[in-house]
């Protein structure tokens, strides 16, 4: 949720070109706000100043930058920034061998769809709540599953087994599962019954409302 204001995302990305260009466009539209700057560390130092979300688009330089990552991390963990990560699932794999998973927010698998990569931004630009975190592998030509579970390990391990054959978005909190499944109408959902603040019987009672 934005501090003040519109949210605030810094876009860190290696290249300019015109895949980073569409995402701050499309981001853009949703009423977002959008800075971007190299990843070098007195840049980004500069830039994360009163930032409610920072955007790490990977590549072969995330491979050989665990200082950055570290300190990415860092100023994330202590500024209450959500941090979000773009890549392939190999660099995604590279940046989690230092990066703790509990401090990111959000991972967006490539390749992906774009109204799926504004939708997954949006719900974390715009939530209510601040500990929730979101993972998207949602890609063209796939059927869409979304799973909520408050064990990201199971989550994790879950995602691993499906997602050659399918899009996995995943989810941490029951209160995201309504909003996001109104907007991406995911094939299929699968819940978590024992869950913390809203169960999976709370959810389905949700969905069922808001389908009527």
Known sequence: MAKNGAPRMLIISKSLGFMVN?????IKKEGIRVYRCEPIVS?????IVEKDILLLFAGEYTNHSAGLLSYISSKCREEHIDFCIVGYPEEIAE????????????VITRPFEMKEFCETIKSVAFRDE???TIRSTASSGKH???????DMMFLKMVKEWLSGKYSITVVRSGALVAPFALNNAPELILLDYEMPVMNG???LEMLRRDKN
Not at 22 to 26: F, H, K, P, R, V
Not at 43 to 47: F, K, T
Request: hydrophobic content about 40%; overall charge negative; charged content about 30%.
């Open 130 to 132: 601040a500990d929730h």
């Open 22 to 26: 569409s995402l701050e466009n499309s």
């Open 144 to 150: 869409h599953i979304l799973m909520c579970d408050d």
């Open 95 to 106: 940046i989690e061998k230092t990066v703790d998973a509990s401090l990111i927010t959000a």
């Open 43 to 47: 840049e980004i130092d500069s830039y």
């Open 201 to 203: 019987a709370k959810v």
